[in-house]
């Protein structure tokens, strides 16, 4: 079939960033894309302040619907396919945002789960390395959007594992890199965070070759191509390239890298985040090397409606997209949000629970600082599921782990100042001794009684009722969404 004759279509990505246009002659295997355009909306700063899409990135989103809509009707574009990912998910007022967006421009959109949105998104970002000589039998790819990330392992072209996680550069910026540039507490907390849920993963088969993609996977390697003079046909980014990055996003403000290196100034505000994510997942799966993709649920879209026709979005929910003309079949496994949610909860209380005989001995200070360590995690994991909890378990829950770290770091910043204290003694002048051993003599009575606070706290602490409290966060027939 000659390429002009080839059928033109459009898909659009309502995303927690941006909102993303592609329109191409589409054929069930490949793309001739002719336009893609992206606006960055930031839907989901709004949604992960108040838990609802304000009125003001309602108009904006509505507003670049109608230009998209326009751009779709100039190349005769038909059908032009909508969907919408996390941040439409968790809002509120998601229902109220979908029907103004068909009252105003009257197009349909489609709120479409997570693990459909993995399905698109892997089909999107690897049919162009499906087309290449020896492709890897096995290949990862990670969708790093702004409210969540999507993570999805095949072989041969067949999904066999994939997973929906809440943890996206726009989410993670709003909630702790609130500076520009970020601070370094700031970046060591969200890496802390970002660290333990990635560990807390149960990842099928770690893939040799992992396909990043995303806008802040694309912006990233922008950045590189110019700061480091990368051949601008290099798709591939290194260990190394990204840490150098991060450091530049540390060291300048959003406005001076947006200048440098050609990005938008709202786009470099969340990339410390994005390559905080990238590298975390990177040293998890034990990569020195990605590679990042400019295509992803919107091809996928294009892809998943010219083999499937009217019912590929039924299709992309099974995650066969590819059965029509790959016939491998694997068994398709995915732990669902929800239930990956409980397991983490589980195991991440149990390990803070475990300091506790010790802390009680009080024969060795790191008990302590273990202790107060494994309840940090534990609230990681509490922040990244929350949209699935029951909000009066979860509050209840939060409410006793901040307790004990409360009463935990207390003990803990005493530790840390009187083993300091006792270093200066040491190496102090002979006048100058005297005044510290007072201040030592003081603290370590301070320090008895904090101890004294953590005994009676903990002497009474009932295990089986926080674990059962803990179980009752997240039903065992709960959805991503926290519905039974």
């Given at each position: 079939?000659?390429?002009?004759?080839?059928?033109?279509?459009?898909?659009?990505?309502?995303?927690?960033?941006?909102?993303?246009?592609?329109?191409?002659?589409?054929?069930?295997?490949?793309?001739?894309?002719?336009?893609?355009?992206?606006?960055?909306?930031?839907?989901?700063?709004?949604?992960?302040?108040?838990?609802?899409?304000?009125?003001?990135?309602?108009?904006?989103?509505?507003?670049?619907?109608?230009?998209?809509?326009?751009?779709?009707?100039?190349?005769?574009?038909?059908?032009?396919?909508?969907?919408?990912?996390?941040?439409?998910?968790?809002?509120?007022?998601?229902?109220?945002?979908?029907?103004?967006?068909?009252?105003?421009?009257?197009?349909?959109?489609?709120?479409?789960?997570?693990?459909?949105?993995?399905?698109?998104?892997?089909?999107?970002?690897?049919?162009?390395?499906?087309?290449?000589?020896?492709?890897?039998?096995?290949?990862?790819?990670?969708?790093?959007?702004?409210?969540?990330?999507?993570?999805?392992?095949?072989?041969?072209?067949?999904?066999?594992?994939?997973?929906?996680?809440?943890?996206?550069?726009?989410?993670?910026?709003?909630?702790?890199?609130?500076?520009?540039?970020?601070?370094?507490?700031?970046?060591?907390?969200?890496?802390?965070?970002?660290?333990?849920?990635?560990?807390?993963?149960?990842?099928?088969?770690?893939?040799?070759?992992?396909?990043?993609?995303?806008?802040?996977?694309?912006?990233?390697?922008?950045?590189?191509?110019?700061?480091?003079?990368?051949?601008?046909?290099?798709?591939?980014?290194?260990?190394?390239?990204?840490?150098?990055?991060?450091?530049?996003?540390?060291?300048?403000?959003?406005?001076?890298?947006?200048?440098?290196?050609?990005?938008?100034?709202?786009?470099?505000?969340?990339?410390?985040?994005?390559?905080?994510?990238?590298?975390?997942?990177?040293?998890?799966?034990?990569?020195?090397?990605?590679?990042?993709?400019?295509?992803?649920?919107?091809?996928?879209?294009?892809?998943?409606?010219?083999?499937?026709?009217?019912?590929?979005?039924?299709?992309?929910?099974?995650?066969?997209?590819?059965?029509?003309?790959?016939?491998?079949?694997?068994?398709?496994?995915?732990?669902?949000?929800?239930?990956?949610?409980?397991?983490?909860?589980?195991?991440?209380?149990?390990?803070?629970?475990?300091?506790?005989?010790?802390?009680?001995?009080?024969?060795?200070?790191?008990?302590?600082?273990?202790?107060?360590?494994?309840?940090?995690?534990?609230?990681?994991?509490?922040?990244?599921?929350?949209?699935?909890?029951?909000?009066?378990?979860?509050?209840?829950?939060?409410?006793?782990?901040?307790?004990?770290?409360?009463?935990?770091?207390?003990?803990?910043?005493?530790?840390v100042l009187l083993l300091g204290l006792h270093t200066q003694l040491d190496q102090a002048p002979d006048e100058e001794q005297p005044a510290l051993r007072w201040l030592i003599a003081r603290l370590s009575v301070y320090r008895e009684q904090e101890q004294e606070h953590l005994e009676s706290y903990f002497t009474t602490f009932d295990e089986k009722a926080v674990r059962r409290q803990i179980d009752d966060c997240i039903s065992k027939g709960a959805t991503t969404n926290g519905k039974s």
């Open positions: 079939m000659r390429e002009q004759q080839l059928p033109v279509r459009a898909a659009i990505d309502i995303g927690s960033n941006t909102i993303h246009i592609v329109v191409a002659r589409c054929k069930p295997d490949d793309l001739d894309i002719i336009a893609d355009e992206v606006e960055m909306v930031r839907i989901g700063e709004s949604v992960t302040a108040s838990g609802e899409i304000s009125p003001q990135k309602r108009d904006v989103a509505i507003a670049t619907l109608r230009r998209y809509k326009e751009l779709a009707r100039q190349h005769q574009a038909d059908p032009v396919l909508v969907v919408a990912t996390e941040a439409i998910r968790q809002a509120s007022n998601s229902a109220e945002f979908l029907a103004a967006v068909k009252s105003e421009t009257g197009l349909d959109v489609q709120l479409i789960s997570g693990d459909v949105e993995a399905t698109l998104t892997f089909y999107g970002a690897t049919y162009e390395l499906y087309k290449e000589a020896g492709a890897p039998p096995v290949v990862g790819v990670m969708d790093l959007g702004g409210g969540s990330t999507e993570l999805v392992l095949a072989r041969q072209g067949k999904i066999t594992w994939e997973t929906s996680l809440p943890l996206g550069s726009g989410w993670l910026h709003d909630r702790y890199l609130p500076s520009n540039p970020p601070t370094y507490d700031e970046l060591e907390v969200a890496r802390a965070f970002v660290s333990t849920y990635v560990r807390g993963l149960r990842i099928k088969k770690r893939p040799p070759v992992l396909v990043v993609t995303g806008g802040s996977a694309n912006s990233l390697l922008a950045m590189m191509h110019h700061a480091f003079g990368l051949d601008m046909a290099c798709t591939r980014v290194t260990l190394r390239d990204l840490t150098r990055c991060e450091g530049l996003l540390s060291a300048l403000t959003a406005e001076e890298n947006s200048q440098r290196y050609q990005q938008p100034v709202s786009r470099a505000l969340i990339l410390p985040a994005g390559a905080l994510i990238i590298r975390e997942m990177m040293i998890r799966l034990r990569l020195d090397e990605i590679r990042v993709s400019p295509h992803g649920i919107r091809e996928g879209a294009l892809l998943a409606y010219e083999r499937q026709g009217e019912h590929w979005l039924e299709q992309a929910g099974t995650g066969d997209l590819m059965h029509s003309w790959r016939e491998e079949a694997t068994e398709h496994v995915a732990e669902t949000f929800a239930h990956s949610g409980r397991r983490m909860l589980h195991e991440r209380a149990q390990k803070m629970l475990d300091w506790r005989a010790e802390v009680l001995k009080d024969e060795d200070v790191e008990a302590v600082h273990k202790m107060r360590v494994a309840s940090r995690r534990l609230r990681a994991v509490l922040d990244a599921y929350e949209s699935c909890c029951n909000p009066k378990a979860f509050k209840k829950v939060y409410r006793g782990v901040k307790e004990t770290a409360d009463l935990l770091g207390a003990a803990r910043d005493t530790d």
